[in-house]
Nanobody
Framework: QRQLVEFGGGSVQPGESLTLSCAFS????????IGWFRQAPGNERAGVSC????????DYADSVKGRFTISRDNAKNTVYLHMNDLKPEDTGVYYC???????????????????WGQGTQVTVSS
């Protein structure tokens, strides 16, 4: 059974940093791209970042470029999202999701990801 679990959410002040972790099981890490998505109240779920199965390719939403970094450790079946200089507009529930892909690419479209975690809340407020 494919399972993804997010860790690391919390409440921080603007300008602070937070690292989210996505631990997954039930599938071979080398065969799956992983994406991070967030959903703010009243908004649709939007792509934040993704990383290819081998970690060689990444993509970011324009709003987080230069502030967020995605990485993965396939030996630990874990993907990380390092978030720096957090802003109030980064507030939302953050989800990680998996897509079967051995082509060393990733995309930010949520509809492409069939397997999802339950989400972790990130709140940025002064």
């Amino acid at each position: 059974q494919r399972q993804l679990v997010e860790f690391g959410g919390g409440s921080v002040q603007p300008g602070e940093s937070l690292t989210l972790s996505c631990a997954f099981s039930g599938f071979t890490a080398d065969n799956y791209a992983i994406g991070w998505f967030r959903q703010a109240p009243g908004n649709e779920r939007a792509g934040v970042s993704c990383i290819s199965n081998d970690g060689g390719n990444t993509d970011y939403a324009d709003s987080v470029k230069g502030r967020f970094t995605i990485s993965r450790d396939n030996a630990k079946n874990t993907v990380y999202l390092h978030m720096n200089d957090l802003k109030p507009e980064d507030t939302g529930v953050y989800y990680c999701a998996a897509q079967y892909s051995v082509q060393h690419i990733c995309v930010l479209g949520a509809y492409r990801y069939p397997y999802w975690g339950q989400g972790t809340q990130v709140t940025v407020s002064s």
